[in-house]
């Protein structure tokens, strides 16, 4: 009988989780066994965005980024670099000239392909495959309108892929995005990624990024995205998996402060200290319910990878607004298996 995911799911998908480095320092260890025993694939979950490894022109940090990538080599696990060209957490100096003004699409497309080329030449056998443009669409399936876009034109994404294919031909390479269940939205994708394979562009695979809740999305959607995308010649990966237990703030309660106000704490932040049975159960339910689609889906998804090891360091305690506790992970804050996961490896599984 398997004891862990990556064995329980063998042959159908890697199973994975993203690694930061604000995983506790004193619960670093713990998480790193959990990683070893669990996952045979690893995605920086920061470490290697623009901001973190190219902070200003001309000079990069690797030190971290180094770290990361080694520790993933080292596991042999398949390790995904995560991300080449977003709109979010790029300094702002990468679309100006050296006086504030803004560059010219060439001055940038040459600054795009330095990035690339350095980043990903670095990593080169290092990172099997990477989430080369993330977040390029908007809800309604339309290209996002970033300064990437402003500047270079729409065909910011093919010259993205072009570039990452010259910095490491062996390399799978990604377009990433959140929502991808949205018909609207899928369907924008599926027309990216059809006109980027009609021109002979290298792309191997769309990622999902899988920010769901007990919710969201319905089940129907995704099954229907999971099912468009097997009609493109590619892989899909479930990227940055997570299910909030909590109620989503309105746009008004978005920035509050809930720290002095108890209504708020209730409602907001239901379960602050443990989560309760019933819950629980909803978590391990919702769980199965998207992992029977996966599952269905198997043939076309290569990789299923969780964002974050452990309910103390998931994003999610800080998203839609800071200080919360969410259980939205397999592992608790102890680093223990949660119901979910029991739920998981209880599984029936056909290969
Ligand atoms: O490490 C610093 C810390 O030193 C500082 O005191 C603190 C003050 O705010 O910030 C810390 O860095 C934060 C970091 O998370 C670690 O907690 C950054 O401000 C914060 O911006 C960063 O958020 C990350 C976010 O992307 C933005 O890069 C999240 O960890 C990360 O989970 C999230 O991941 C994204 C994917 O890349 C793309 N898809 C959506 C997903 C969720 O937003």
Do not use: C
């Amino acid at each position: 009988l398997a004891d862990s995911l990556k064995e329980h799911f063998a042959g159908l998908f890697l199973v994975g989780s993203a690694i930061n480095s604000e995983q506790a320092a004193q619960t670093q260890k713990d998480t790193d066994l959990v990683i070893q025993k669990q996952f045979n694939t690893v995605t920086p979950e920061n470490e290697l965005k623009w901001e973190r490894i190219h902070p200003k022109l001309n000079t990069f940090d690797f030190a971290l980024a180094d770290q990361y990538v080694n520790f993933g080599v080292t596991q042999r696990m398949f390790t995904v670099g995560h991300t080449l060209v977003w709109h979010s957490q790029t300094p702002d100096w990468v679309f100006e000239d050296e006086q504030g003004q803004t560059l010219t699409r060439e001055a940038l497309l040459a600054r795009m392909q330095k990035h690339i080329s350095t980043v990903v030449g670095r990593y080169k056998g290092k990172i099997q495959g990477w989430d080369v443009v993330n977040e390029a669409l908007n809800e309604d399936g339309s290209l996002r309108d970033s300064k990437w876009r402003q500047i270079i034109g729409d065909d910011f994404i093919e010259k993205a892929f072009i570039y990452a294919h010259q910095a490491d031909p062996n390399a799978e390479l990604y377009y990433n995005d959140y929502n991808l269940y949205k018909p609207e939205k899928s369907a924008g994708a599926a027309k990216l990624i059809a006109s980027l394979q009609d021109k002979g562009i290298q792309i191997h695979g769309i990622g999902l990024q899988g920010h769901y809740s007990l919710t969201h999305p319905a089940l129907n959607e995704l099954d229907d995205a999971l099912q468009l995308f097997t009609t493109l010649d590619i892989k899909s990966m479930i990227t940055e998996l997570d299910v909030s237990v909590l109620p989503f703030p309105n746009d008004a309660q978005q920035g509050a402060d809930i720290s002095q106000d108890f209504a708020l704490q209730q409602a907001l932040n239901p379960y602050p200290d443990v989560l309760p049975k019933a819950q629980q159960e909803a978590l391990s339910q919702r769980y199965k319910e998207i992992f029977a689609l996966f599952l269905k889906h198997h043939s076309t998804i290569s990789r299923v990878t969780f964002w974050g090891v452990n309910d103390a360091n998931s994003w999610r305690n800080n998203w839609p607004m800071r200080g919360r506790t969410d259980y939205p992970l397999l592992f608790d804050r102890n680093n223990q298996p949660k119901t979910a996961y029991d739920a998981l490896m209880a599984m029936p599984l056909q290969r």
